[in-house]
């Protein structure tokens, strides 16, 4: 104990002989005011609190303290917290799988992780966390919301959970159980008529390469004429991985913008010559699951008229935290700046705003009750073969409102930019 006060009497008497030399200006006082009240504080919880507690325990309060007041962004690192960040940049951890923020301190869905306990279990984006195993959730910060979650694999963890349903607040119960999260960043699929579809579910370390390859894999099924590319509930990632993305669609002009509080320290990304998709059409789908490293990706290809964004307004995080490493294995992770789209526009706290709005959920498809030629009776059939859809498809886009009006907009280009001689807008 003594020699942590001796510590904290050489910083202020240090920190005093400073401000005289400063002419004692009033906000160097008051910030040693401020520090001789943390050391007051500091001996009054040693020498009174009711139960002892140890300089470690109190320092690593004060500087939680002093970062969960910042943003909710901010935070000191465990060993543990360092070492799960950096399984989630490369892609397997242990636990739930969702992807979380803390709000007021509750906890508060981004997106669940594809192919995930969570996700499984119907956890959808905006739920908000109110009970872990029957234990109130109150005034948490996020690392405090990773350990709760997590826990050893198998064990099974039950969650109460407010839902906004209709307008109204409704809870429910989920029990899942535990696992090791292995996220494949990347899916593809070849649509009919050419359309291909890539899922972005987070931006890894490999994100960058893996979507070059899922774009061959596509090319090598059909030509591709046009292209989805889902971004929704994706919580973001790695800097570098958004930039490499936005890299393969465009080959030339800026990407993205860093802009921290030193104006020597800003950045600025520009588009390479390593392009792998530049003329064809791109539609990006987003919501209010897509954060960070999703928004760079959405805010730059629709500043340069690359992509058509269609869905909801996303996340609205557009602030970049940096890790420093510390003693003893801990880590601080800090906001040190902002991002930028290449227009100018802040993300933080804003979002992007889609091109054209559309709804989630499923699509409104009224059902068609007028009489046709196959009903009536003894009609004459008809043995040719017909270009349709199968019905797996036609089951899926009907599930999905946003991917129906994406591929909609695709092949409706498809069929007005045709020019190999007249055609009628209606033929197939």
């Not at 942590?4 to 050489?10: K, P, V, Y």
Request: proline share 4%; charged share 25%; glycine share 8%.
């Amino acid at each position: 104990m003594k020699t942590i006060q001796s510590i904290l009497g050489f910083l202020l008497s240090t920190s005093l002989s400073f401000s005289s030399q400063a002419n004692e200006q009033s906000r160097d006082v008051e910030s040693l005011e401020a520090l001789r009240a943390f050391i007051e504080v500091y001996e009054h919880i040693k020498g009174e609190y009711v139960e002892k507690v140890d300089d470690q325990t109190l320092l690593n309060h004060a500087i939680k303290g002093m970062l969960t007041k910042l943003d909710p962004h901010s935070g000191y690192l465990k060993p543990r917290d360092v070492s799960s960040l950096r399984d989630s940049t490369t892609g397997s951890f242990g636990g739930i799988g969702i992807e979380m923020d803390v709000v007021d301190g509750l906890i508060k869905v981004i997106a669940p992780i594809d192919d995930s306990p969570a996700s499984r279990a119907g956890i959808l984006a905006k739920d908000i966390i109110t009970h872990v195993d029957n234990e109130t959730i109150r005034d948490v910060n996020l690392q405090k919301a990773i350990e709760i979650l997590r826990g050893p694999l198998g064990s099974e963890v039950v969650l109460n959970i407010l839902r906004k349903i209709d307008g109204k607040a409704e809870e429910l119960t989920i029990s899942l159980e535990r696992a090791v999260i292995r996220i494949t960043s990347v899916k593809q699929e070849i649509l009919p008529h050419g359309i291909g579809y890539i899922r972005i579910s987070q931006f890894q370390n490999r994100t960058g390469p893996d979507l070059v390859k899922a774009i061959s894999k596509l090319r090598s099924q059909e030509e591709l004429k046009g292209l989805i590319l889902d971004l929704r509930n994706n919580p973001g990632g790695v800097l570098s991985a958004a930039i490499e993305v936005v890299d393969a669609f465009i080959n030339e002009g800026l990407i993205v913008t860093i802009k921290s509080r030193d104006e020597f320290l800003d950045s600025k990304y520009e588009a390479t010559n390593a392009t792998v998709l530049s003329q064809e059409p791109i539609v990006i789908l987003i919501n209010g699951g897509s954060a960070s490293a999703s928004e760079i990706v959405a805010g730059a290809l629709q500043d340069h008229e690359r992509a058509v964004l269609i869905g909801t307004p996303s996340f609205g995080k557009g602030s970049v935290q940096t890790i420093l490493a510390l003693e003893n294995n801990y880590a601080l992770k800090l906001t040190t700046a902002l991002y930028y789209t290449p227009s100018g526009r802040s993300i933080q706290a804003k979002g992007i705003q889609p091109t054209i709005q559309v709804s989630g959920g499923e699509a409104l498809i009224e059902s068609d009750t007028q009489m046709r030629e196959t009903d009536l009776p003894k009609h004459l059939e008809n043995t040719e073969n017909m270009d349709i859809i199968n019905d797996s498809v036609v089951k899926r886009l009907a599930q999905d409102n946003q991917l129906l009006h994406a591929y909609n907009l695709l092949r409706g280009s498809q069929l007005l930019s045709r020019s190999d001689g007249p055609r009628s807008l209606i033929s197939p």
